[in-house]
């Protein structure tokens, strides 16, 4: 501010002396104190996880000096200024925003005063994604279009195209090709191909499964590495008749060793809690290629199952309700609860047949039905993935939208991370698998590959070293 006291003193005494008489011009009137005024932008980024702070900049044509204050906004309490710089109080994440409207843009009003005169401004801060040391990137593309996928073994992926041709993807090496044709499938007809799944044979070979749709009948079908070269018929292990094409639901699913196939309800929801139906159930598949495979029941209650995973700790598979996705985590319990609950919600059946054993309830669910859009439909997941600058996430999930969720099972804690797995080239559209693959190749860090439904392979990776845990 200008110091207008020796100015306005000085004229006083040189009108009450006659002074100016002299016929000179007469003296310029007093000037007012300019208010300071913001330059900087009103929409600003926040990289998550910043802890710099926003550098707010002013200008006073007096040159005075200048303070910052939050004066309001519905988002001020979590802001506030030291000097010029503005702080998030915070975590500022991306994936959990906790801005008023949950839309990760904080509104904020800043004021800066010369202590006379003062001017405000309402911020927009926006907070933008940071690749928090992981990165998706694409080591395959131009397969075709993917029915299905899944690890073979710990550094082998077979991915099966719509036509039934084969790839197998080896992680270690540059042997990576096509290993044939799956006799059956052209890409046409009323047929199509679910799952596909491995199971050990001779000579410690792997003999493929593939679990198929024909008409409104789900197929088991066992085929040998000739078999798969030569194009020719696999050999029938296991079949089953839904009452209609749209009512079939299976899926198989093959981790760690352990095989399971998953069956939908055949749009009867309390058939689902009867132990005299297969349906809604879920089967380990036992037995060997050379003595034959049978399927032997290890839950109920399921009603349009996707895929699932398989530790020595816990099996979880996915299960898509009316209202909500959910990935159920089977410790002690063989009841999935369809039709009793939908998710965590009461189930649309209140009745139904008595059905022995515990309840395996959700671990995680997520809107479905009308709602699918806030969330996209679970389609596969994996569990053991490490990322040391994410300590705590071991779950991936893909969904059928190419959106991707992670999350912890003890926590539980699940939030969406689709801007981080934006891969470094090509896109993922669709995912049709998530599978974990072997630690040994990656620096000790566990991963995992997805496979796009448009003939893309990706894996996970990190982008700087850690030692494992």
Do not use: K
Not at 175 to 191: C, E, H, I, P
Not at 210 to 219: C, D, Y
Not at 368 to 379: I, R
Request: aromatic share 8%; charged share 25%; with cysteine.
């Amino acid at each position: 501010m200008r110091n207008f006291g020796l100015t306005l003193g000085l004229a006083a005494t040189l009108a009450s002396c006659g002074g100016g008489g002299d016929g000179g011009s007469p003296p310029a009137p007093p000037t007012g104190n300019s208010a300071p005024r913001i330059t900087s932008a009103a929409n600003l980024d926040l990289v998550e996880n910043d802890l710099d702070g926003l550098e707010i900049t002013a200008a006073d044509a007096d040159g005075d000096a200048i303070a910052f204050q939050v004066v309001g906004g519905a988002d001020a309490d979590l802001f506030a200024f030291e000097n010029n710089r503005l702080y998030i109080l915070v975590n500022a994440d991306f994936e959990r925003p906790v801005d008023a409207d949950g839309d990760n843009i904080y509104e904020v009003v800043i004021e800066v005063s010369d202590g006379e005169a003062s001017n405000r401004q309402t911020l927009r801060i926006t907070v933008v994604n940071d690749r928090e040391g992981f990165v998706l990137r694409r080591i395959r593309g131009g397969l075709g279009t993917v029915a299905a996928a899944s690890v073979a073994d710990g550094n082998r992926i077979w991915v099966v195209r719509t036509d039934g041709s084969v790839w197998q993807e080896n992680v270690d090496d540059d042997q990576s090709g096509t290993l044939g044709r799956v006799a059956g499938f052209d890409g046409g007809g009323d047929n199509e191909i679910l799952s596909v799944g491995s199971i050990a044979a001779a000579s410690d070979t792997l003999n493929t499964l593939i679990l198929s749709r024909h008409g409104s009948q789900v197929r088991l079908t066992e085929y040998r590495p000739a078999e798969i070269a030569g194009g020719t018929p696999g050999t029938l292990r296991w079949s089953l008749a839904f009452d209609a094409p749209q009512t079939v639901s299976a899926s198989l699913f093959a981790e760690r060793g352990q095989m399971l196939v998953a069956l939908g309800d055949n749009g009867n929801p309390v058939g689902a809690q009867d132990p005299d139906t297969p349906f809604g159930g879920l089967f380990r598949i036992v037995g060997t290629s050379n003595s034959g495979l049978s399927l032997e029941r290890a839950g109920y209650g399921l009603r349009d199952p996707r895929l699932g995973f398989h530790t020595d700790e816990q099996l979880r598979v996915i299960d898509r309700g009316l209202l909500q996705d959910e990935i159920n985590e089977q410790v002690g319990g063989d009841n999935f609860e369809w039709p009793l609950r939908d998710g965590t919600r009461n189930g649309p059946v209140a009745t139904v047949p008595f059905t022995p054993g515990t309840f395996a309830s959700p671990t995680f669910v997520r809107p479905s039905g009308d709602d699918a859009g806030e969330s996209g439909t679970f389609v596969d997941y994996v569990e053991g993935v490490r990322i040391c600058s994410l300590d705590d996430i071991t779950m991936v999930v893909g969904t059928r939208e190419g959106r991707f969720f992670t999350g912890n099972p003890r926590t539980p804690r699940f939030e969406e991370r689709t801007q981080d797995f934006l891969p470094n080239e090509g896109s993922i559209d669709e995912v049709v698998a998530v599978e974990l693959l072997d630690d040994v190749y990656f620096g000790r860090q566990a991963t995992a590959a997805i496979i796009d439904r448009d003939g893309e392979i990706f894996f996970l990776q990190v982008t700087f070293p850690c030692d494992r845990r």
